[in-house]
């Protein structure tokens, strides 16, 4: 079945820095790559996700790309805010299209 | 914030309990999840049911025992449980479970944080 390798498990980073995170997937069926971002206490929110007929996508300060051929993807925060303190899990879908599959998760630290 | 809903929030139960979470979604969706979140294993999937089908079963013990009597409401029943089951039970939805443009986007609850003494 799939699996989703996520690194790195912390991330500290300094206000207006940029911010990198990557995953691995095993199955080179998955065609869909989301990103969820929760915060202390919350519910997992999703950010931004890709399908795996695009390469890169990117929503304001976010962006996501895709190598299939690798099987990896990477979410980048730019310009990073203590707002962006989170864990972030990336996912892949699995063989089936029935469910995703979560990496372990990063937890992103902005300090100002 | 209020698409999906889940009760209780917080639960304290013994080994010996029989105690049901209940979620429901108000987005009109066909597929509903149930996770496990915990600090050793974040978001592990459990259930997966389609139009109140079961379709994913990930090798959870029999004393987790969902049930999906329409599409828009997910039960997990729980009895017997151990300490380890104590964790952030996470319930989602999506449009449906494969397929299209937006139909994998899973939209999570709250969750319901159990205690097991």
């Known amino acids: 079945g799939e699996n989703v390798e996520q690194h790195p498990s912390t991330l500290s980073v300094q206000e207006g820095d940029s911010a990198v995170i990557k995953c691995t997937y095993s199955?080179?069926?998955?065609?869909?790559f989301p990103w969820y971002k929760q915060e202390l206490g919350k519910r997992p929110q999703l950010i931004i996700d890709?399908?795996?007929?695009?390469g890169e996508k990117k929503d304001q300060r976010i962006a996501v790309t895709l190598n299939k051929t690798a099987k990896h993807f990477s979410l980048h925060i730019t310009e990073t805010q203590p707002e962006d303190s989170a864990v972030y899990f990336c996912?892949?879908?699995?063989?089936?299209?029935?469910?995703?599959?979560f990496g372990k998760g990063t937890t992103l630290s902005v300090s100002s | 914030e209020t698409g999906v809903t889940q009760t209780p929030r917080h639960l304290v139960m013994g080994m010996t309990n029989k105690k049901s979470l209940k979620c429901e979604q108000h987005?009109?969706?066909?597929?509903m999840y149930w996770y496990k979140q915990s600090a050793k294993k974040p978001l592990e999937l459990m259930f997966v049911?389609?139009?109140?089908?079961?379709?994913e079963n990930n090798s959870v013990p029999s004393r987790f025992s969902p049930e999906c009597p329409n599409s828009s409401h997910l039960f997990l029943h729980l009895h017997t449980l151990q300490p380890e089951d104590s964790a952030l039970y996470l319930c989602?939805?999506?449009?449906?479970?494969?397929?299209?443009?937006?139909?994998?986007?899973?939209?999570f609850g709250p969750g319901t944080r159990l205690l097991v003494l």
């Open positions: 989602a939805s999506s449009q449906d479970v494969a397929g299209g443009a937006v139909g994998q986007t899973q939209y």
């Open positions: 199955d080179s069926a998955s065609n869909y």
């Open positions: 890709i399908r795996s007929n695009v």
């Open positions: 996912a892949a879908s699995t063989q089936a299209g029935t469910a995703l599959i």
């Open positions: 987005l009109g969706h066909n597929a």
């Open positions: 049911y389609s139009l109140e089908e079961r379709v």
